[in-house]
Every structure is written in C-alpha cells, then in structure tokens.
C-alpha cells in the first residue's frame, strides 16, 4: 500500500475535533456579544436632555452630557447676540466648526449613541445657546 496516511486513533481524533468545535464556538459567541452591543446603542432610551442656558463666549468650552452618557442626537439654538462656532465630538472630529448664526439651529443626529461633547465659542461677545440631547 503506498497511500502515506497517517491513521489516528479513534479517542485522539474526538479530542481533536471537539477542540476544533469550541475555539469556533468561542468565535461565534464573541461576535454574537458584540453584534448585541451594537444592537443596544442603536436603540433610542427615549430620554431628552434639555440643559440649562449655554452661554457661549470667546473663551471656549466644552459641554457634555449629563451621566456622561453620549447622546444619539443633539439640537443647538443660537438665541444670540452673536454667532457661535460648534464642533461635535471634539475628539473624533475635523477642526473646522460649523458657523451657527443668530436664530439658527443646529441639529445633528447619528442614530446610535456616540455624541460625547460640544466645542462652543464666539469670535466677539457671547451667545446664548438652547441645547437638546437625545439618548
């Protein structure tokens, strides 16, 4: 016979394939837990936020979320008496602001839960500003 198999006894190829069967297993259920985390930030709490009047001035800031907990969504009203420049996530995003004009407002929302700050500033004076989360 010159067929060169190698002829595993019956117990070592269990042991083999079960091992097989669990590091899968393993894989699976680590992508099922982060597919279910995912899940979960996409689903709105249905909590609104309103914070207290912002005032916004040359000096900038930086506005959370209350609990620390990101929003989906956020709203900013510029009720004046000066233009405000707004970064969302000042950490994940470029460096040009949006310019937010007297009586404008400002609304972005990214269907899951990744908002975690605001830059807020003016070139002159201050801004009084109207702000909204959503979880």
């Known amino acids: 016979m010159d067929d060169k198999r190698k002829l595993m006894r019956a117990d070592e190829a269990q042991v083999a394939l079960l ?9 699976v259920s680590k992508e099922s837990h982060e597919t279910t985390e995912t899940l979960k930030k ?11 009047i912002v005032t916004a001035t040359t000096v900038p800031q930086i506005i959370t979320p209350p609990l620390r907990k990101p929003w989906r969504s956020v ?26 004009h ?3 407002t400002f609304e972005v929302d990214f269907g899951i839960a990744v908002i975690d700050d605001l830059y807020v ?11 909204r989360g959503v979880r």
């Open 75 to 100: 709203s900013v009203v510029n009720d004046g008496t000066n233009n405000c420049w707004i970064i969302v996530n000042t950490e994940k995003s470029s460096t040009k602001p949006y310019d937010l």
């Open 19 to 27: 091992d097989k069967m669990l590091e899968e297993i393993k894989r």
């Open 121 to 131: 500033h003016t070139d002159a004076g201050s801004a009084s500003l109207r702000i």
């Open 102 to 104: 007297v009586g404008e």
């Open 42 to 52: 996409q689903v709105p709490e249905g909590i609104i936020e309103p914070l207290d």
